[in-house]
C-alpha cells in the first residue's frame, strides 16, 4: 500500500512542473471514495498544506499562496492525482508530499523535490 509521488525537479522561476501521486494496495481500492492532499515542507521549516481534491465531484482547495497558480485534478481509473504548477517562484522550493487517510488510516507519499531557481 502506497502513494508514490513524482514529477520534481529543478526549473527557472516563472516556469512549470505537473506532480503526480499514484495509489496502489487495497487500501486504495476505492481511490474514487477519497480526498487526496498535497502539502509540501521547505527546508527548516514546517511542513504546510497546499491543495486538496475531494472525493464525488471532486471539490478542490488551495491555499492562498498557490491559488491562481497551481490547479489539482484526479483521473481515478489510473488512480493517480496530479498538481500542475505554473508562475513558479523561488519560494514555491520544498519537497512535495501526497497524503490520503482511507478508512481513517493515513498515508503519505515518498515526497519530490522541487527547485525554483531566481
Known amino acids: 500500500v502506497q502513494l508514490q509521488a513524482s514529477g520534481g525537479g529543478l526549473v527557472q522561476a516563472g516556469g512549470s512542473l505537473r506532480l503526480s501521486c499514484a495509489a496502489s494496495?487495497?487500501?486504495?481500492?476505492?481511490?474514487?471514495?477519497?480526498?487526496i492532499a498535497w502539502f509540501r515542507q521547505a527546508p527548516g521549516k514546517e511542513r504546510e498544506f497546499v491543495s486538496a481534491v475531494k472525493y464525488g465531484v471532486g471539490t478542490t482547495y488551495y491555499d492562498d499562496f498557490v491559488k491562481g497558480r497551481f490547479t489539482i485534478s484526479r483521473d481515478n481509473d489510473k488512480k493517480t492525482v496530479y498538481l500542475q504548477m505554473n508562475s513558479l517562484k523561488p519560494e514555491d522550493t520544498a519537497v512535495y508530499y501526497c497524503?490520503?487517510?482511507?478508512?481513517?488510516?493515513?498515508?503519505w507519499g515518498q515526497g519530490t523535490q522541487v527547485t525554483v531557481s531566481s
Open positions: 494496495g487495497y487500501a486504495f481500492t476505492g481511490f474514487s471514495d477519497y480526498a
Open positions: 497524503y490520503a487517510k482511507p478508512d481513517g488510516v493515513a498515508y
